[in-house]
């Protein structure tokens, strides 16, 4: 993150001299006082100019979208990127043609790119921001499918009496597996092995 520490008679004039350099308002900074200015005594001795730092907030919906149109490019994809946060969520969406690329075979892509871009703007951030990607409503597409196969595979694990073990899903969609069949009487899930292999097996209530 970019800082200046500026000297100057006063915190004041020390702040406006920081924001000129930085080309930035007081809403997009964090100001630290490390100094106050103090008088010389009789005005002869002692005395000392404020100090302080003035570091420039980085948005992260702002650099989300600046790494994204660098990798668009590098993959010569025409796209329009909004993003907002929202209750500590960046939401990242994209829209243009060709966007079953971006998704990629079960959304594989689209999740590699929302992790590479949460790298992105949580890096030297002291607070996580969640970060979600989607395109073409994915994300709610998926998850009533993955709905579905819940439920569908609760009724042939209770009619074969056996348990069902899935493909690996990644934590996202294994929640959803999870969440869809916690309140089913005659079957409970659990999550087997190590990631990136992580399975859902659903088995019979005993």
């Known amino acids: 993150m970019k800082s200046v520490d500026i000297t100057a008679k006063t915190v004041e004039a020390a702040i406006e001299i920081a924001l000129e350099k930085l080309n930035a308002n007081e809403l997009q900074v964090n100001i630290e006082v490390l100094e106050e200015s103090k008088r010389p005594v009789l005005g002869l001795f002692g005395g000392r100019e404020a100090l302080v730092r003035v570091t420039l907030n980085e948005d992260a919906d702002r650099r989300a979208v600046e790494f994204l149109e660098n990798i668009l490019a590098k993959m010569n994809i025409n796209a329009k990127i909004s993003a907002q946060i929202e209750n500590n969520t960046l939401h990242v969406g994209l829209e243009g043609e060709n966007m079953a690329v971006l998704i990629g075979r079960r959304g594989q892509t689209l999740d590699s790119l929302q992790y590479l871009i949460s790298l ?29 196969l819940a439920h569908k595979l609760a009724r042939k694990a209770k009619k074969l009496r056996k348990d069902i073990i899935l493909e690996p899903m990644n934590p996202y969609e294994r929640r959803i597996i999870h969440s869809t069949l916690q309140n089913n009487k005659f079957v409970s899930t659990k999550s087997e092995g190590d990631e990136p292999y992580r399975k859902v097996i659903i088995f019979l209530n005993r």
């Open 120 to 148: 992105v703007v949580n890096k030297e951030r002291d607070d996580y921001i969640r970060v979600v990607l989607d395109t073409e409503n994915y994300r709610q597409k998926r998850k009533e499918t993955l709905e579905k």
